[in-house]
Nanobody
Framework: VRLVESGGGLVQAGGSLRLSCAAS??????????MAWFRQAPGKDREFVAGIRGSGGDTLYGDSGKGRFTISRDGAKNTMYLQLSSLTPEDTAVYYC??????????????????WGQGTQVTVSS
């Protein structure tokens, strides 16, 4: 499984960005995979941002993104999205997408995800 993030960049505080995560693989079936976004700021631990089940009907948000971020997925494009709104400098980090075969495990722990993208940098200026 290959995951490729895009959409990061430099934005002013209060602005918005939409991140994308394109998934592919030789026998990859998008609906069979739970997906999630994590982020890591310099000197900080990796942090769960948002997750979405393979069915697309169940989502979970970390405390940092509740009310500001929206996760979604498009099965026709094998792509997951993260809409970031009302950004603050504290949202500056490398954002990673992750995938795993559908599981009953929680979405918020990175150790339960097998596949990771290379990350996309989000920088929010004050």
């Amino acid at each position: 499984v290959r995951l490729v993030e895009s959409g990061g960049g430099l934005v002013q505080a209060g602005g918005s960005l939409r991140l994308s995560c394109a998934a592919s693989g030789r026998t990859f079936s998008f609906s069979r995979y739970d997906m999630a976004w994590f982020r890591q700021a310099p000197g900080k631990d990796r942090e769960f941002v948002a997750g979405i089940r393979g069915s697309g009907g169940d989502t979970l948000y970390g405390d940092s993104g509740k009310g500001r971020f929206t996760i979604s997925r498009d099965g026709a494009k094998n792509t997951m999205y993260l809409q970031l709104s009302s950004l603050t400098p504290e949202d500056t980090a490398v954002y990673y997408c992750a995938a795993r075969l559908k599981s009953l495990r929680g979405l918020s722990s990175g150790r339960f995800f097998e596949y990771w993208g290379q990350g996309t940098q989000v920088t929010v200026s004050s």
